[in-house]
């Protein structure tokens, strides 16, 4: 039995997703070895190469392709779902290029899409992605770029939204907006490759069958522990698109285009999907 180093996040999304594979529901040829951590350090882990499979922002995986492909399971992918920017009173859009902006890691797909909006936006300030309503509310920054659960909780720290990113990307390409997904070193081939993935989708399809069981794990992790934000959480994330990327795969393929064609990640000739 091959075992592989696994790393996604402690976010309700994840460990939904994950739940089966942790507590061995699923058979398989191969065993994991969990990693749990915040999606910007499991993105450093990658450009690393430490992890064999590993959660990772779309804006990483364009750093990643030469070594890692994405799996056609666990990917975060859907509209109405995308990063906000928030602040303590309104600024308009055009102003944001002179604001400091808190952001959750320069290689998350939140700050990707903050740069395909407005490439002049420089002067950012790195923070966990939960200190940033904080810092916000605080005056530390003028704004801040937030992901997961503080789309629904911003308003609790008298926060008002200057721009919903997701929306801007999906009314500029009218594709749904990527986030993150799961990728696989390539030298793992691909036989393993596919086992992997296979495993990946049943934990979901597991998870889907059997919420309460889910849920300790997904509160004993959680940043947020109320019960009606996790399971808006894991509606909002866990899609179609999570249990097989389909046709999702157009929208990845346009923001890494879009990203190369502006030097935001190198020029990569490897398949997205391809292990």
């Not at 936006?121 to 503080?150: K, R």
């Not at 009314?171 to 990946?200: H, K, Q």
């Not at 990845?252 to 391809?274: F, Y």
Request: hydrophobic content about 40%.
């Amino acid at each position: 039995m091959r075992n592989l180093s696994l790393g996604y996040s402690p976010c309700p999304n994840d460990t939904f997703i994950f739940y089966a594979l942790a507590h061995k529901k699923i058979r398989g040829d191969v065993e994991f070895s969990e990693i749990l951590r915040d999606v910007e350090t499991l993105n450093n882990m990658a450009l690393r190469r430490e992890p064999d499979v590993t959660k990772a922002s779309f804006h990483a995986f364009g750093f990643l392709r030469e070594d890692y492909c994405l799996l056609r399971a666990g990917s975060a992918l859907g509209r109405g779902c995308g990063p906000l920017v928030v602040a303590k009173t309104q600024i308009r859009e055009s102003e944001l290029a002179q604001k400091r902006i808190a952001i959750p890691g320069k290689m998350t797909t939140a700050y990707l899409l903050l740069k395909l909006f407005d490439p002049e936006i420089t002067d950012v300030i790195e923070m966990p992605f939960d200190q940033i309503m904080n810092a916000v509310s605080l005056g530390m920054v003028d704004a801040g770029l937030i992901i997961h659960e503080g789309r629904f909780t911003y308003p609790g720290y008298n926060l008002v939204n200057i721009i919903d990113l997701g929306e801007w990307w999906e009314r500029e390409t009218g594709l749904p907006v990527p986030l993150g997904g799961i990728l696989a070193r390539r030298e793992l081939g691909a036989s393993v490759i596919r086992e992997i993935d296979r495993m990946i989708r049943e934990s979901i399809e597991y998870a889907f069958q059997n919420h309460t069981l889910t849920r300790q794990y997904i509160k004993h992790n959680a940043q947020e522990l109320d019960d009606e934000v996790i399971d808006r959480h894991i509606k909002l994330y866990v899609n179609d698109y999570t249990l097989d990327i389909g046709d999702g795969i157009t929208a990845i393929e346009e923001m890494l285009k879009t990203a190369e064609e502006l030097d935001l990640i190198p020029h990569s000739d490897k398949p997205v999907l391809t292990g």
